[in-house]
Each structure stands twice: as structure tokens, then as C-alpha cells.
């Protein structure tokens, strides 16, 4: 049995642990902050999705060629169904990895694997990541406006960086 003092190096040790990143880049505040801002936008994945790949094509409509929504403006896309589906996917694959890859580093690193192999094949990049996650983080927070903190803001920046990360 444990006496009082090692529960309170335990305690100190789970004070310095919340304010330092792990293995997923993240603080433990980073993750509470950015799990609790997620369970908000994931209730209306389909409209945060199309907006923000609307907005991400609209700052950058060059990369309209790396996808197959068909032809048509910027403007014109989002009342298209390929990209609300492409949409869907990508956030449903970022809730994921909020959801579940940020209490498992494991299965964040697999993931993040697996998107980088798919997305390699298309010639993605660190800096085409990058692009895409700016506009998230932009859109989110925009969207969060009334719950956003700097830890928020933080939280979002460690966790987009580490999925732009893996394509090092």
C-alpha cells in the first residue's frame, strides 16, 4: 500500500505532465480543450466539412486539380455531392483522430501512416497539409468563436502540425 507521500509526487508529476506535449504533440489541456471543441463541430460534421473545403478552395483554387468534383466555379461547389462527401470523410477522419488517436498514440501514429501512404500516391505534401489545415483551424476557431482560448487556439496549431508532420 502507497503512503501519503507518494500520492503527492504522483500529483506533481501529473501537474507537470498536463502542461508538457506528449507523444502526439499535445498537452493533456491541449486535448481537453481541443476534444471538448470537437464534440461541438461534430455535430454538424456535413455543413463544417463542405464549408471548409469551399473556403480552402476559394484561398487556394489551384488545388481544385487534385480532386475530380467535376467542373464548375469555386462558388458552384458547395451544392456539389463528391465534394460534401469528400468533405465528410476528412472530417470524420479528424474526429478520429481526436476522438480516439489522442489517449492513444499508437493509433494516432497508424493513422497518420495510413493517410500519408494514401495521400503520397496523389503527390501531397508537408506544405499542401499545411494549406489545408490552416483553413481548419481558421474555420473552427472562427466557428468556435465563443468558446475559443488560447489554449484552444494551441491545442488546434499542435494538433495540425502533427498531422502535417507525418508527411516529413
Given amino acids: 500500500m502507497s503512503g501519503p507521500g507518494s500520492l503527492v509526487g ?13 507523444e502526439t504533440g499535445l498537452t493533456k489541456s491541449q486535448k481537453v480543450a481541443l476534444i471538448a471543441a470537437w464534440s461541438i463541430v461534430k455535430k454538424d460534421l456535413v455543413t463544417h466539412g463542405r464549408n471548409i ?14 480532386f475530380d468534383f467535376g ?10 455531392r463528391s465534394l460534401h462527401a469528400h468533405a465528410l470523410n476528412v472530417m470524420n477522419f479528424i474526429g478520429t483522430l ?16 495510413k ?12 506544405e499542401d497539409v499545411g494549406a489545408v489545415g490552416g483553413v481548419i483551424m481558421r474555420y473552427c476557431l472562427k466557428a468556435l468563436e465563443q468558446h475559443k482560448t488560447k489554449t484552444l487556439e494551441e491545442a488546434f496549431g499542435a494538433f495540425l502540425g502533427t498531422v502535417a508532420a507525418a508527411f516529413e
Avoid: W
Wanted: charged share 30%; with cysteine.
Fill in 10 to 22: 504522483s500529483d506533481e508529476e501529473e501537474q507537470t505532465n498536463y502542461h508538457t506535449p506528449d
Fill in 53 to 66: 473545403f469551399v473556403m480552402f478552395f476559394e484561398e487556394y483554387p489551384q488545388y481544385l486539380d487534385y
Fill in 71 to 80: 467542373s464548375g466555379s469555386v462558388g458552384e461547389l458547395g451544392e456539389n
Fill in 98 to 113: 481526436i476522438d480516439y488517436g489522442l489517449n492513444d498514440p499508437a493509433l494516432l501514429k497508424c493513422s497518420l501512416g
Fill in 115 to 126: 493517410l500519408v501512404r494514401n495521400h503520397r500516391k496523389r503527390n501531397v505534401t508537408k
